[in-house]
């Protein structure tokens, strides 16, 4: 357990490295040809799974200090794949498991394993291939060859961009026709940026379908990664409660959804703000913390906020509840009420999730209160607290 004391966030830090594009640029520089050299990488446990994964399907990835050798070629799995709790993880590497027929276990914890797979599950039944649910485990084996794919496009993006990694490497060309309303296209966009910079020209060929041209056989190279809306977001909160904190290292035309937060967040100055997330779901937590300190406001699209790393909306509201604020989680909305935000009399609770044990931190600089749980930012970012106590936050172990 770890206790925050209130007080006033001041000082300048720069952005932590992207996670989304963490993960692309690692796999893209493994799809290509020959060797290519990752910068600037934070090793959050997610990323940790990414490389491990790699290493299971016999890509040789060296690690210097803050960045990574890739050795790019062929997969196959060579052992089980530990995806820990990593959800872009699974889903990017189940269709790379299917490039060469052996079977592959994807291993993962019980809360990723819950979360849904319908869509790889359905295209391993409509292709005959093998989709097995185990107690600890995916296990799937089959051969995907080049084609034409309908994928659902109202789940999650993370199962299109994982199709998009394995049919770059088909020889013939292929494409993806996404069914329904788009989530998170610009994860989508991200993805296409990935593979464009590493030389596989994957685009847009219109408004619902990709095209994957095939043949290619990737450009390595040397890159750095762009800083991280996403997590960036935690710390211009901070400014947006009260504080003065200046994040460097975002790049102004960065293509991550998650940059949208600051259009967001001068809208929750107002009462009666509505904000949508739909092409942002991430920022759920912490858009709702700050509602919670500020006038309150309506989320729409937050259906899928169930199927993260906990059901986002209604820990969200237990754990507002106590710091008195009232909130109503529907199917598809979320309203936080104002008024009122006080120290919680008991501790709060992280759910597992990094996300809303930042957003909690956050609030805490406000209130001061305990965390338990406080351990679930290594998931996405190990040195949070140190960065809270870098801008003058005290953090203590209870």
């Given at each position: 357990?770890?206790?925050?004391?209130?007080?006033?966030?001041?000082?300048?830090?720069?952005?932590?490295p992207?996670?989304?594009?963490?993960?692309?640029?690692?796999i893209?520089a493994?799809?290509?040809?020959g060797?290519?050299v990752i910068?600037?990488?934070a090793?959050s446990q997610?990323i940790?799974?990414?490389l491990?994964?790699?290493n299971a399907?016999g890509?040789?990835c060296?690690?210097?200090?803050?960045?990574?050798?890739v050795f790019?070629?062929?997969?196959k799995p060579?052992?089980?794949?530990?995806?820990?709790?990593?959800?872009?993880?699974?889903?990017?590497?189940?269709?790379?498991?299917?490039m060469?027929g052996?079977?592959?276990?994807l291993?993962?914890?019980?809360?990723l394993l819950?979360?849904p797979?319908?869509v790889?599950e359905n295209?391993?039944?409509?292709?005959?291939?093998v989709?097995?649910?185990?107690?600890?485990?995916i296990?799937?084996a089959?051969?995907?060859?080049?084609?034409e794919?309908?994928?659902?496009a109202?789940?999650?993006?993370?199962?299109?961009?994982g199709?998009m990694f394995?049919?770059?490497r088909?020889?013939e060309a292929s494409?993806i026709?996404?069914?329904?309303?788009?989530e998170?296209?610009?994860?989508i966009?991200?993805?296409i940026?990935?593979?464009?910079?590493?030389?596989?020209?994957?685009?847009?060929?219109a408004?619902?379908?990709?095209?994957?041209?095939?043949?290619?056989?990737?450009?390595?190279?040397?890159?750095t990664?762009e800083g991280?809306y996403s997590?960036?977001?935690f710390f211009?909160?901070?400014?947006?409660l009260?504080?003065?904190?200046?994040v460097?290292?975002?790049a102004?035309?960065s293509?991550?959804?998650?940059?949208?937060?600051?259009?967001f967040?001068?809208?929750?100055l107002?009462?009666g703000a509505?904000?949508s997330?739909a092409?942002?779901?991430?920022l759920?937590?912490?858009?709702?913390?700050?509602?919670?300190a500020?006038?309150?406001?309506?989320?729409?699209?937050?259906a899928?906020?169930?199927?993260?790393?906990?059901d986002?909306g209604?820990v969200?509201?237990?754990?507002?509840?106590?710091f008195?604020?009232?909130?109503?989680?529907?199917?598809?909305?979320i309203?936080v009420?104002s008024g009122?935000?006080?120290k919680?009399?008991?501790?709060?609770y992280?759910?597992?999730d990094?996300?809303?044990?930042?957003s909690?931190?956050v609030?805490c600089t406000?209130?001061?209160g305990?965390?338990?749980g406080?351990?679930?930012v290594?998931?996405?970012l190990?040195?949070?607290?140190?960065?809270?106590?870098a801008?003058?936050?005290?953090?203590?172990?209870k």
């Amino acid at each position: 357990m770890i206790e925050i004391k209130a007080a006033k966030a001041k000082g300048r830090i720069s952005a932590p490295p992207s996670k989304s594009m963490s993960h692309r640029c690692l796999i893209a520089a493994a799809l290509a040809e020959g060797e290519s050299v990752i910068r600037g990488l934070a090793y959050s446990q997610d990323i940790l799974a990414t490389l491990d994964c790699l290493n299971a399907l016999g890509i040789r990835c060296v690690q210097e200090n803050d960045s990574i050798r890739v050795f790019g070629g062929e997969m196959k799995p060579q052992k089980s794949l530990p995806c820990r709790e990593s959800g872009s993880t699974l889903r990017f590497f189940l269709p790379l498991c299917l490039m060469s027929g052996a079977e592959a276990r994807l291993e993962g914890s019980t809360r990723l394993l819950e979360r849904p797979h319908t869509v790889y599950e359905n295209l391993c039944r409509e292709k005959g291939f093998v989709f097995r649910k185990e107690d600890d485990a995916i296990c799937v084996a089959g051969t995907l060859t080049a084609g034409e794919y309908e994928l659902a496009a109202d789940i999650s993006s993370q199962f299109i961009s994982g199709m998009m990694f394995a049919l770059v490497r088909m020889p013939e060309a292929s494409r993806i026709i996404l069914k329904g309303k788009i989530e998170s296209r610009s994860y989508i966009d991200l993805t296409i940026s990935a593979l464009n910079s590493f030389g596989f020209p994957v685009c847009w060929e219109a408004e619902n379908v990709l095209y994957i041209p095939g043949g290619c056989r990737g450009i390595a190279k040397e890159m750095t990664v762009e800083g991280d809306y996403s997590n960036a977001a935690f710390f211009e909160a901070l400014t947006l409660l009260g504080g003065e904190v200046e994040v460097d290292g975002l790049a102004e035309d960065s293509l991550q959804g998650d940059r949208i937060y600051r259009e967001f967040f001068p809208q929750l100055l107002q009462e009666g703000a509505e904000l949508s997330l739909a092409d942002c779901p991430d920022l759920g937590p912490i858009l709702m913390a700050a509602a919670a300190a500020l006038h309150g406001a309506k989320f729409t699209d937050t259906a899928r906020l169930k199927i993260k790393e906990s059901d986002r909306g209604a820990v969200m509201a237990e754990e507002l509840a106590k710091f008195g604020v009232k909130t109503d989680v529907m199917e598809n909305s979320i309203t936080v009420h104002s008024g009122g935000l006080k120290k919680p009399e008991i501790a709060l609770y992280g759910h597992n999730d990094h996300r809303i044990v930042m957003s909690m931190a956050v609030l805490c600089t406000l209130t001061g209160g305990c965390i338990e749980g406080a351990e679930a930012v290594t998931k996405s970012l190990p040195d949070f607290f140190e960065r809270l106590q870098a801008l003058g936050i005290e953090v203590k172990e209870k």
